[in-house]
């Protein structure tokens, strides 16, 4: 996950967001969040002079700062020029950056009953924000004249990029409609705003309300103690006896891979695939049709053939075609190995006599059966050899093989909480200062679940050198002093993804803040971290680092070895799920104004797809708060995937070269991928450090196909 920030991506989408250098002494009392970083590194947050009361004026006064930068920017009465213009806007909002960079970290890391307050009055302050710069007509007609002017020929290829993501981002949010198509589209995107709550809302609800009551023990076998706890306190909450299975992934997904009565695996099954589907007053179907409609509507618009075409003109993909060709290419082979499964699971059930046909409720229940049977790899015997600090020291000997950075711990440096660690990042050669690097392992109150990486400050070089300093923040439960903090594999690699959200931070070399670092398209931004993920099993990395906690040996090959074959168990499964969703996804937003019926559409769909009657789609659609939930993964789904071929792809530079630790592929990517932010089109990287476009190949591998 990158980017913790779901406010800040607002805010960014918006445009306002710009870093600067310029000085404001002429405060006389100073609120301590709006004042410049100072201290070492080239000035560091201040968390130790954080006061959750001064979070709203802060904020206030750095709004309208911002407002009133950009106001003088866009009533210039020189003529528009890319310096005084698109330069000045990335010059404008300095005060906000900061303070709004800190206000996000402690809505992460830090969120009591008193912050949450001030969030819920700010929040819709910073939508306002966002609208009033996009909806400046002045501003938006000198972007345009800059745009469109023949003096940007002679402008860096970056400034140039710079002109193109700025103009595009206000394009596309509707500055160059007329007056009265302004209006449409608000009424638009308002009525839209409320369809995604009401979908949302009938999705909750049934979630909410629906379950399957149990009321003897014997309705639970093969659940274990821990389910049936949950169970047994769902219920009491529900004020029912017995248990209950909620309708929800946590609560259902478990009981159809363990539980051994098939008549209630069928009922659970049927209840959580119908969510929004039941036809009554939570039915999601007509709310459905008609964010379809206006979706279209609003695209048409804008200029665009499709709902999907405008979505993915930015990304990577650029045109939906290309991405329903991966979609496409992958679904065949993954449909033949759904048939293997099927195939094995269905020979298992025929050796215990249980007379049977595969349906979509024994899936997940005879898949668990051929995984032990065949692997019986045991998750506490892996975490005895991955140890928290280790882990760590793992990461940091990789960065210092591929990026040539080394890491040590600085002491100087205010934290908001005493876990919080900094180190110092330098180049290993020249021992020239790169950034500094926050780690906030464990997990506390205020603070959210999973793992993620911020961006503290972007690197950027407009007016003077500004180094990155960025953070990696994960939940893991704190030992007892002095004894080691024991990881699964699956929590190393996730470690090892969010550093590479954080390398590919602190790699960054460009000149303008927008463009900066890990500020790339959707379908793009996951897959250095991705590739980060290919390390941990290296044998350099095991060898030296996955050691028994007690004895100190290395990792045993035979488990590694068992790690590996099992990643590619259950695929089929767990790819046609993901790309039936995918492909509904892409159909149903490429379809444009034509009256549509989601259950029918489905149904013919998956029809002509050959979906395999065994499984169902992770999410159906009157349930896909990804394409109807907001606007944010509609006709997005397939970037998922599209990020993953990626990943396997540049990983094969390396396995075909001198492989992992090949320091000439390693210079190339640092080069051509992880130092370039946003400042070229990223296909283009991609052929910068490939030599070619990715292929599909290395993913189908990967996966197993
Ligand atoms: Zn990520």
């Known amino acids: 996950m990158l980017a913790a920030f779901a406010g800040f991506g607002l805010y960014m989408s918006s445009e306002t967001i710009s870093r600067a250098s310029t000085s404001e002494k002429e405060n006389t009392i100073e609120n301590p969040l709006v004042a410049e970083w100072s201290g070492p590194f080239g000035g560091v947050p201040a968390f130790d002079k954080v006061k959750v009361a001064d979070f709203k004026p ?66 819709p302050k910073f939508a306002a924000l966002g609208d009033k710069i996009t909806q400046n007509e002045n501003l938006f007609k000198r972007i345009e004249a800059v745009y469109n002017s023949p003096e940007k020929q002679k402008l860096t290829s970056e400034q140039q990029r710079l002109v193109w993501v700025r103009y595009t981002n206000f394009v596309r949010a509707g500055a160059r409609l007329n007056a009265e198509q302004k209006a449409r589209l608000s009424q638009i995107n308002q009525q839209l705003a409320s369809l995604f709550t009401k979908f949302g809302q009938n999705l909750l609800k049934d979630e909410n309300e629906q379950y399957v009551h149990l009321r003897s023990e014997s309705e639970l076998s093969g659940m274990s103690q821990s389910y049936k706890d949950a169970a047994a306190s769902a219920a009491a909450s529900k004020k029912v006896d017995g248990w209950i299975v909620s309708n929800t992934r946590s609560s259902v997904d478990p009981f159809l891979t363990y539980s051994e009565r098939r008549d209630l695996r069928e009922k659970v099954w049927k209840m959580f695939v119908n969510r929004g589907d039941g036809g009554g007053a939570t039915d999601n179907n007509a709310t459905i049709t008609e964010i379809l409609q206006l979706r279209a509507e609003r695209a048409k618009m804008l200029g665009y053939q499709t ?28 449909v033949e190995r759904v048939k293997e499964e099927v195939r094995d699971m269905q020979a298992l059930a025929d050796k215990e006599g249980a007379k049977i046909t595969i349906e979509p409720w024994d899936y997940r229940y005879y898949m668990e059966k051929v995984r032990k049977e065949r692997y019986d790899l045991d998750a506490n015997e892996v975490k005895q050899y991955l140890q928290l600090d280790k882990i760590r020291d793992a990461m940091f000997f990789v960065a210092g093989e591929l990026f040539n950075f080394t890491f040590s711990p600085v002491k100087n440096v205010p934290v908001f909480h005493p876990d919080v660690t900094v180190w110092e990042v330098k180049d290993k050669t020249s021992g020239k200062h790169v950034g500094l690097w926050y780690f906030d392992p464990y997990a506390r109150d205020g603070k959210r679940s999973g793992a993620w990486m911020n ?51 602190l790699s960054s070399d460009v000149t303008y803040p927008t463009l900066s670092g890990t500020n790339v398209a959707r379908d793009y931004v996951e897959f250095p971290s991705q590739l980060l993920e290919h390390w941990l099993s290296t044998p350099q990395v095991l060898q030296k680092y996955a050691v028994h906690y007690q004895t100190g040996k290395p990792i045993p090959q035979s488990l590694v070895d068992k790690i590996e074959k099992s990643a590619t168990f259950n695929q089929g499964f767990a790819t046609t799920e993901y790309l039936s969703s995918a492909l509904i996804d892409m159909k149903l937003h490429l379809a444009g104004s034509q009256l549509i019926d989601p259950d029918k559409f489905e149904r013919e769909t998956l029809a002509s797809l050959g979906m395999p009657r065994e499984l169902v789609m992770r999410h159906r659609t009157p349930q896909f708060a990804h394409a109807f939930g907001s606007d944010g993964y509609s006709a997005g789904y397939y970037s998922y995937l599209w990020s993953d071929v990626i990943t396997a792809d540049s990983f094969g530079a390396f396995t075909e070269g001198k492989g992992p630790y090949d320091k000439a592929v390693g210079k190339k990517l640092v080069k051509n991928i992880f130092s370039v932010g946003n400042t070229i089109d990223p296909a283009e990287a991609y052929r910068n450090f490939r030599g070619r476009d990715p292929k599909v190949e290395a993913l189908m591998k990967k996966r197993g196909f």
Do not use: C
Request: charged share 25%; hydrophobic share 45%.
């Open 58 to 123: 802060a904020l206030e006064e750095a709004m309208a700062e911002q407002l009133a930068e950009i106001d003088k920017i866009a009533n210039n009465s020189e003529p528009p020029s890319f310096e005084n213009t698109i330069a000045a806007m990335e010059r404008a909002g300095s005060k906000m950056e900061r303070v709004s960079t800190i206000y996000f970290i402690w809505s992460g890391n830090m969120k009591d009953a008193a912050f949450a307050a001030v969030e819920r009055e700010m929040a």
């Open 455 to 505: 961006a503290y400050r972007s690197q950027e070089r407009m007016d003077k050198p500004i180094t990155t300093i960025v953070s990696n923040n994960s939940n893991f439960v704190k030992g007892k002093p002095g004894e080691p903090v024991l990881i699964s594999w699956d929590d190393a690699s996730t470690m090892f993804h969010e550093f590479g959200h954080a390398l590919h931070g």
């Open 307 to 334: 709902h999907a075409h405008w979505r993915l003109e930015n990304a990577m993909a650029k045109t939906p075609e290309r991405a329903m060709e991966l979609l496409e290419a992958v679904w065949t082979p993954v």
